[in-house]
């Protein structure tokens, strides 16, 4: 769970700031599922992902030529 907000529009992003500070449980959570989402999503993992992608895409395109 997170927060949308519209990053062009500070009265936005204040007024998301504000809710968090103003609901414990909210924050809570959301620090819960930042942690979470950190074992998941994290360079080390994303970066092999993206390299293998890369090579696959690269050899497609010679394959093609």
Known sequence: MGILVDSADPVSIANSVNDLVENQELWRE?????????KIYN???????????????????????
């Open 30 to 38: 959301m620090k819960e599922n930042a942690l979470e989402a950190r």
């Open 43 to 65: 360079w080390d993992k994303e970066k092999i992902k993206f390299l293998a992608i890369y090579q696959k895409l690269s050899k497609d395109e010679k394959n093609d030529a």
